[in-house]
């Protein structure tokens, strides 16, 4: 079974950086693709980033370009969001997540995944 516990949330201010990880427990980590997902009350789930199994493809929503890089490092099975030039929209709870693989693809919609962490808040303070 999967589990995905996320760490490295916190309060900022704007301007800063967080760094959040995921850790994946289960079998073989590069089977999976994966994915960071934001969620405020009374909205629904959306995508911040999404990565390949092997790291090399890579997909971001037009609100984090340019300011949010998404990677993995396969033999710690730990999937990283290195969050800078925070705002005070990306306060939200952030979700990593999986979905087991057969191809060399990414997957940006909540439903396509298999697998989510409990969440982490991100608070970002003007």
């Known amino acids: 079974q999967v589990q995905l516990v996320e760490s490295g949330g916190g309060l900022v201010q704007a301007g800063d950086s967080l760094r959040l990880s995921c850790a994946f427990s289960g079998r073989t980590f590069s089977s999976y693709a994966m994915g960071w997902f934001r969620q405020a009350p009374g909205k629904q789930r959306e995508v911040v980033a999404a990565i390949n199994w092997s790291g090399s493809r890579t997909y971001y929503a037009d609100s984090v370009k340019g300011r949010f890089t998404i990677s993995r490092d396969n033999p710690m099975k730990t999937m990283y969001l290195q969050m800078n030039s925070l705002i005070v929209e990306d306060t939200d709870v952030y979700y990593c997540?999986?979905?087991?693989?057969?191809?060399?693809?990414?997957?940006?919609?909540?439903?396509?995944?298999?697998?989510w962490g409990q969440g982490t808040q991100v608070t970002v303070s003007s």
């Open positions: 997540a999986a979905r087991l693989i057969y191809g060399d693809g990414y997957y940006y919609t909540p439903d396509e995944y298999n697998y």
